[in-house]
């Protein structure tokens, strides 16, 4: 009985798939246009989250914001120097009056990017509110990640908030 002098070389597409996968994501680009909180169609794919003030979205809220003592624009600078603090985080763009911001976070291993979207509303009185939204760019599923996001920094900023019925 003979035997080959060197074993047979186990392939490994998958490896080599996530290699070439990890190589194209890290370039991934990132949709940063800016939303109209009040007509936007949520995503169809389950990869998403949205809090919104009561009244001003048309899509389904996750959660619904109320008003804080502060001004649009004070609460505007505030999320903008907090939220851009945030790891692998960085501000795309903002509107000219600074109270819509585009913001996105890569995710930390592969570095796919999601877009979240932030519109700051005077609601009178000095007061002001927010509405959030986050999504991946990319993927079908993003195993709450978007969701923790959006309460996350809801409760960095301060804004009350609680689940939409």
Request: proline letters at 6%; glycine letters at 6%.
């Amino acid at each position: 009985m003979s035997y080959p002098l060197h074993p047979p070389r186990r392939k490994r597409p998958i490896l080599g798939l996530l290699c070439c996968f990890c190589l194209i994501a890290a370039g991934c680009s990132a949709d940063t246009a800016r939303i109209d909180f009040s007509t936007f169609a949520r995503a169809t794919t389950p990869n998403d989250a949205l809090a919104c003030p009561t009244g001003l979205c048309a899509a389904k809220a996750d959660f619904v914001t109320d008003a804080v003592a502060l001004s649009a624009t004070d609460l505007a600078a505030k999320a903008r120097a907090l939220l851009s603090s945030e790891p692998r985080t960085e501000l795309a763009s903002q509107s000219e009056e600074g109270l819509h911001l585009v913001f996105v976070q890569r995710s930390r291993l592969f570095r796919f990017p999601d877009t979240v979207n932030i519109a700051v509303l005077p609601a009178g009185d000095g007061q002001a509110n927010l509405a959030i939204y986050s999504r991946s760019n990319y993927g079908h599923g993003d195993l709450g990640v978007n969701r923790r996001r959006v309460e996350a920094w809801l409760q960095r900023l301060g804004i009350p908030y609680r689940a939409a019925s």
